[in-house]
C-alpha cells in the first residue's frame, strides 16, 4: 500500500468545531477535494493548498477524483461535513476503493450535527436514540416511514436529518404525521439551523408547532422522548437519576 486518502469529517463549519486531527489531516494533505460549500468554509485557512470540488449529486465522480490525484503520489483529504461515516462519502470510497488496491484509507471522525446541535439545544440525546434521515434520494420513503413509526414506538429520542429540500418541502410535516400516530402532540422537539455557520438559529417547540415549521436543508431536527421536557428554552432528556429537592440549602443561601 503506499497511496493515502484521508476521509476527514470536518464538523459544522467552524474551524474551532473540528477535531484537531482533522485539521492536522488537512494540513498534511497536497490536495483538499469535496463539495464547494464546504471547500469554501475551508478556503481561507488552507489557501495554500489545491482545492478541488464536483458539483453537488456528482459524488461518485468526486470520490474517484481522489483515488486518480491519490494515484499521481499526492496525499489527498477527502472533506465531508460532520462526520464522514454519517450520511457522508466514508462507505462510498469503501465501495470504490475495492478497485484500488493500493490505497490505503483512513477515516477522520468529526462531530456530527447530531452532537453540535444537540449541544445548542441543551441535553436532547441523553437517552437511547435514533438517527434517520428524511432524504428519500437513496432510500425508499416507505423504508423511511417504518423507521419513522418503530422510533416513535420505541419511545426513542428522535433526530432528523435531511427534514427538507427544494423539492421536499412537506417531508418534515409528512414525517410529523406519521410520528403523532404514536406520540402526543405536546411532546418535547427543537430544531437547529446552519449549526457552526453564519445564521444559527436554536427553537423549542412542542410536535404539533414542529409540523407546521418550514426548514430549510442546513436543520436539524430533534423529537424528545416520552420523559423530554423544555426547561428555560433547553431541551432535556432525563437520564433516569433520582435527584433531591434539598429545600434547605435555598433556606440556607
Ligand atoms: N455528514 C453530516 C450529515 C450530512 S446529511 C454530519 O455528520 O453532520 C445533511 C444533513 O445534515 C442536513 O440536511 C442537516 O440535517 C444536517 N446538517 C449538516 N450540517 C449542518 C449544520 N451545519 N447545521 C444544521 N444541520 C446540519
Redesign the pocket.
Given at each position: 500500500m503506499t497511496n493515502r486518502i484521508y476521509i476527514v469529517?470536518m464538523g459544522?463549519?467552524i474551524e474551532e468545531m473540528m477535531t484537531g486531527e482533522a485539521i492536522h489531516a488537512l494540513e498534511q494533505s497536497d490536495v483538499i477535494i469535496g463539495y464547494t460549500v464546504y471547500l469554501d468554509l475551508l478556503s481561507e485557512r488552507f489557501k495554500e493548498k489545491e482545492l478541488m470540488s464536483t458539483p453537488m449529486r456528482q459524488e461518485e465522480k468526486r470520490c474517484r477524483l481522489c483515488f486518480e490525484e491519490a494515484k499521481k503520489g499526492k496525499k489527498v483529504s477527502l472533506v465531508?461535513?460532520?462526520?464522514?461515516g454519517?450520511?457522508?462519502m466514508a462507505s462510498l470510497m469503501y465501495e470504490i476503493g475495492k478497485s484500488y488496491p493500493d490505497t490505503e484509507l483512513f477515516v477522520i471522525p468529526?462531530v456530527?450535527?447530531a452532537n453540535s446541535?444537540a449541544a445548542l439545544l441543551g441535553a436532547p440525546l441523553n437517552h437511547d436514540f435514533c438517527v434517520i434521515?428524511l432524504s428519500d434520494l437513496l432510500t425508499p420513503w416507505d423504508k423511511i416511514e417504518r423507521r419513522l413509526q418503530a422510533a416513535a414506538e420505541g419511545d426513542f429520542a428522535i433526530v432528523l436529518?435531511?427534514?427538507s429540500s427544494h423539492k421536499r418541502k412537506d417531508y418534515l410535516l409528512k414525517a410529523c404525521d406519521i410520528l403523532l400516530g404514536a406520540i402526543e402532540k405536546e411532546r418535547a422537539c427543537g430544531y437547529?439551523?446552519?449549526?457552526?455557520?453564519e445564521g444559527t438559529k436554536v427553537v423549542t417547540c412542542t410536535l404539533e408547532e414542529l409540523r407546521n415549521r418550514e426548514v430549510n436543508?442546513?436543520?436539524?431536527v430533534f423529537i424528545g422522548n416520552s420523559g423530554s421536557e423544555i426547561t428555560n428554552g433547553k431541551l432535556i432528556t432525563k437520564r433516569g437519576y433520582q435527584i433531591e429537592r434539598n429545600t434547605d440549602i435555598c433556606r440556607d443561601n
Open positions: 469529517g459544522p463549519g465531508c461535513s460532520g462526520d464522514a454519517i450520511y457522508g468529526g456530527t450535527a446541535g434521515s436529518y435531511n427534514p437547529v439551523e446552519n449549526i457552526g455557520r436543508m442546513f436543520t436539524t
